[in-house]
């Protein structure tokens, strides 16, 4: 889904409409706990004045047992309105993690390459994780307003003069919260700036340091990894600084006026216009708002990270998917011709054009071509992982933009140049989602793939590692391959899938793969000559036009 006008207020309005019915009950269950917090010194003010006489032991009873009460009471609110938040906040937070997958999967790959693979974590992790809080403390926060001007309105009708030490505390907590909000927001975007920053460099570390190694870049990974972290530590430092003194400040003020309150109080029950219980109800007022004035604050600096957080997960929700399905979907035959005609592809730095193309069922095509030619390009394009500037493709007289993607794919399936792996087992990989596939299936494939699955030292459970590092770059190759297989398409897309294979290994591979599809259409964009042989018919791409510094196969 393409959310082209979508905004942080927009993100956490979803946000908040999603998790309603549980922030609902939380927000309810807030109000009960305020209104324990209010009842409370009204009751112990109460006992002292009325409840505690010599010799009236039922008397204190029945105040002792009101004030449990209130406590239960308290409990209750305080434990409802915690569960259902956080119960409301997770289930959403679950939501919007399912939302940026969906939505990252539907990019092409200008736009995945707007963000590095860390930021994509840090915003799908972090981010997502500061929105969760939001969520989870919006009804504290809330019933804590209503809880701090219900405290002011008792106060008032307490005693004039104390009336007047309360309401004096209001301008100068607006001050405070004026003045810390928006140097909080800078700070917590740094912050936010520096985590993506070291989470890329940590990308960087973990999946290219052996390559990396090997070119004595080893050390240049290590300390760009230093100095992100080290910009970590500074700005957070920073951040801290700000959150501490914003909640040092803010419950500062009521807790001042707590003492200057006790002090009038004080002189007032000395002259007798104000009992004992009376003062001892208004300090438990005012200790409860200096209470509620911190935990406010804290919440206010939640709702500025999760703000900060929606800003920068709705940038990679308004960045536009073109891969989308139609709304009503033609269905695609089983087996069809691949035909695409006018091509064009606006790439950085240079725009791609393709002669057409037609490629009869069953047929087996070998694309070659200088590098930068485009004969990856023209793969993704053929399985639809891209829409072209300009042209079309069909399969089987149907163009791929009218048939729905679980089509598409089930019919036409794509090993990349440089295939990705999950991290698991060998199996795992090769099931990716399908548990119907017993293990004769995989043996199957892979000996169709010409991967000797066998001799490694665990078989089909053997870990593959963080993207295949475990491997060989053959492996990894045969095994994306045989993974594909298992899907038996009816059009298979290699793009240059034997680069990393000796001519044996090779050599067995192209034989067993016509065995095993027989009468699929094969597109394979390659320069070795095992292939080229292979091969029904020679497609060479000429070297395109560059405007700029640009690489594709």
Known sequence: MTTPALSPRALLSWALRDSAPHLGVSWLSGLLYQGGLLALPICLGRAIDAGIRTGDTSGLLIWVGGLLAVSVGLTA??????????????????????RIAGHVLGLDRVGVQRYGSGDLVTRATRDVEAVRILLAGSPSLLSG??????????????????AVVGLATLPLLVLVNLWYPPRFERSNQDVSRAHSERADAVEDLLVAGTAARGLGGRQFLVDRHHERSAVVTARTLSLARITANWSAHAPFVPALALAVGVLLGGLAVLDGDLTVGGLVTFAGWMSLLSLQVERITGRFAQVGQGWTAAGRIAEVLRTGITVTDPVHPVPLPPRGDLVASGL???????TLTWADLHVATGEFVAVTGAVGSGKS??????ARLEDPAAGTITYGGVPLPAASLADLRHRITGVPQRPVLL??????????????????????ACHAAAFDV????????????????????????RLALARALLRRPAVLLLDDVTSALDATTETALLDRLRGWL????????????????CADRVIELPIAERVGVAADG
């Open 77 to 98: 609110g305080e434990t409802g309105m915690r569960w259902f938040g956080m119960l409301g906040a997770a289930r959403t937070g679950n939501r919007l993690v399912a």
């Open 377 to 382: 390009t023209l793969l993704r394009l053929l």
């Open 145 to 162: 307003l209503v809880g701090c001007a219900a405290v002011i309105i008792a106060i008032a009708l307490l005693e004039p003069v104390l």
């Open 518 to 533: 027989p009468d699929a259409t094969i597109v394979a964009a390659t320069s070795r000559p095992a292939v080229i042989a």
């Open 454 to 477: 066998d001799a490694l030292p665990d078989g089909y459970a053997t870990e593959v590692g963080e993207r295949g590092d475990a491997l060989s770059g053959g492996q990894v190759q």
């Open 344 to 350: 064009r592809a606006d790439l950085p730095g240079r």
């Open 423 to 444: 991290s698991g087992t060998i199996a795992e990989n090769l099931r990716l989602g399908r548990p119907d596939l017993t293990d004769g299936d995989l043996r199957a």
